[in-house]
């Protein structure tokens, strides 16, 4: 079972709110990512990151996205002006990176924008 | 880029029965190969993944997987389904090499088992 931890499980906020979800990944997995599932099920790529240095970002999380990794805390992602269209699912996963390229996910938060 | 295809949105099945979920791929390269499973209010579980060797692979809960490299296929199958296997099931592939590891999921296949 995977043990990646995202807090809180559900999030409900306003439109143009900042809303920020956290990530702790697996123990020993230096790379971390976020990814958005909507309600069609289509997953959408953010963010990853090696340790604390980002690898890859979307266009999109590069404006109201935020996200890190800060040594010794959780990781974040945080939408700064939310939008209707980001009610979705966030998933943070890490793996090992280096190749070994298995994801192991969260549960997820549930964001929901009035 | 890479592509993936999960022809059925939904399946429903008899529990006992045999489950076979299609997962077509496109890519340039052999990528890894993924099935996950999302049971509800869930995030994705890992099942069982494929990049070389025996083209069948055994996963977790009896599931297991065959590559067809000429069929640029990945199909799950289970011999005899449970009532706890209802769920949301993706395919998916992350080319090789490089530090991303970043996967491109299928749409899903919405499992239902019935008694």
């Known amino acids: 079972n995977s043990k990646v931890i995202q807090t809180p499980r559900y999030l409900v906020k306003g439109q143009g709110q900042k809303a920020k979800m956290r990530c702790i990944p697996e123990?020993?997995?230096?790379?971390v990512f976020w990814y958005q599932q909507n309600k069609n099920n289509e997953f959408k790529f953010l963010i990853n990151?090696?340790?604390?240095?980002?690898?890859?970002q979307i266009d999109m999380t590069e404006k109201r996205f935020s996200a890190e990794c800060p040594s010794n805390s959780p990781c974040s992602l945080e939408i700064q002006s939310s939008e209707a269209g980001d009610s979705a699912l966030y998933l943070c996963?890490?793996?090992?990176?280096?190749?070994?390229?298995?994801?192991?996910f969260g549960s997820g938060t549930r964001l929901t924008v009035l | 880029a890479q592509s993936v295809t999960q022809p059925d949105a939904r399946v429903t099945v008899s529990e006992g029965a045999s489950l076979q979920l299609r997962c077509k791929y496109s890519?340039?390269?052999?990528?890894?190969l993924f099935w996950y499973v999302q049971y509800p209010r869930q995030g994705l579980q890992l099942l069982l993944k494929?990049?070389?060797?025996?083209?069948v692979v055994q996963g977790v809960n009896g599931f297991e997987a065959e590559f067809s490299k000429s069929n640029s296929s990945f199909h799950l199958r289970k011999a005899s389904v449970h009532w706890s296997d209802s769920a949301v099931y993706f395919c998916?592939?992350?080319?090789?090499?490089?530090?991303?590891?970043?996967?491109?999921f299928g749409e899903g296949t919405q499992v239902t088992v019935i008694s």
């Open positions: 998916a592939v992350s080319l090789t090499g490089g530090l991303s590891g970043k996967l491109t």
């Open positions: 996963a890490s793996s090992l990176g280096g190749g070994a390229e298995t994801l192991y």
């Open positions: 123990k020993g997995h230096p790379v």
């Open positions: 890519s340039s390269v052999t990528p890894y």
């Open positions: 990151f090696q340790n604390q240095e980002v690898l890859q």
């Open positions: 494929y990049y070389s060797g025996d083209p």
